[in-house]
């Protein structure tokens, strides 16, 4: 009979003992001497793979803390915050500590957050690291209340947010705001084809509408201050139309008529809101991009529009199904 191998992590017939013992000793702790001894790859001369060039962006994303914010009218309070963290990567670097970009975040953990709270962490981070250029973005779902049209309810309507701070190499820290606009779009061809419907035939139709969805992005001028709630006054005012929370049958009504006074095409939604935000001296630049969620078509109708600043939005999104609301 054939004798059966030894196994490395296992016991065989015979309580054979493997050839490694595994065991976690909770009770060992570690000393600064026993620290300075780990293995850096850092200090590797082997270890980079593939070409040898710089990476534009490399970090971490979706890590998750609570942070204090403050509204813009009120006392702070505390929202999950998702969290995603890139430095440049020069091509003679090996990589980073991506701890370090998480830490970042709890050394300043009691502070309030705000866009300037974002730029002393990311220079804190540079201090720490070889890199040149470095962008933290910080998501929220953000609540703000919300009356209803005629009956005098309220409700808590739920944003999705996101503070980005970059800091280039030559020490330019720029602020972006971006902020999710969900409302209601009805079709002005739908409109006039129902009321011809109507008036010529006598034939009771419905124009179609549809839940919608802008994604505003805004670089806030420097030296200027914007909050989550002045973006949302410059939406609503552009575009009228916002979901309701909480209704009776006269918000409904109300809101019935709301959508017949501004009917909107998906190119109409991204001028009102370009004529909106261009009119503020705080935003130095802008894109917008829409979604209409057709119910005529199984497809959707997207539009996208920038204010055009050298150096800034370019117009560049093609992302429509993060629109899907």
Known sequence: ???????????????????????????????????????????????????????QHVGVANFRLPVRVRAKRGAAFALEARVTGTVSLEAELKGINMSRIVRSFYDHKHGVFTLEWLGRILRAYLRRIRSKDARLKVAFSWPLRQRSLRSGLEGWQYYQVAFEGVLTHTGRYRRFLHFDFVYSSACPCSAELAEHARA????????????????????????RRL??????????????????????????????????????????????????????PRI??????????????????????????????????????????
């Open 284 to 325: 130095r630049d802008f894109q917008v991009a829409c979604a209409h969620l057709e119910s005529l078509h199984s497809h959707d109708a997207v539009s996208v529009i920038c204010k055009g600043v050298p150096g800034g939005f370019t117009g560049d999104f093609m992302d429509f199904g993060q629109l899907v609301c």
């Open 200 to 223: 010529g035939r006598g034939v009771y139709s419905i124009p179609h509408s549809q839940r919608s969805k802008a994604r505003v992005s805004v670089e806030i001028a420097p030296g």
């Open 1 to 55: 009979m054939k004798t059966k191998s030894k196994l490395y992590l296992h016991r065989t017939a015979g309580k054979v003992a493997p050839r490694i013992a595994r065991g976690y000793d909770p009770r060992f702790k570690v000393t600064s001497a026993y620290r300075a001894e780990l293995p850096d790859l850092m200090h590797a001369v082997d270890s980079i793979q593939g070409a040898k060039v710089p990476i």
């Open 227 to 280: 909050a989550v709630e002045d973006l949302h006054a410059h939406c609503l005012r552009a575009l009228r139309t916002e979901t309701q929370v909480m209704v009776k049958r006269e918000d409904e009504q109300a809101f019935a008529e709301l959508n017949g006074a501004y009917i909107k095409f998906v190119e109409d939604a991204a001028r009102l809101l370009y004529h909106e935000l261009n009119r503020d």
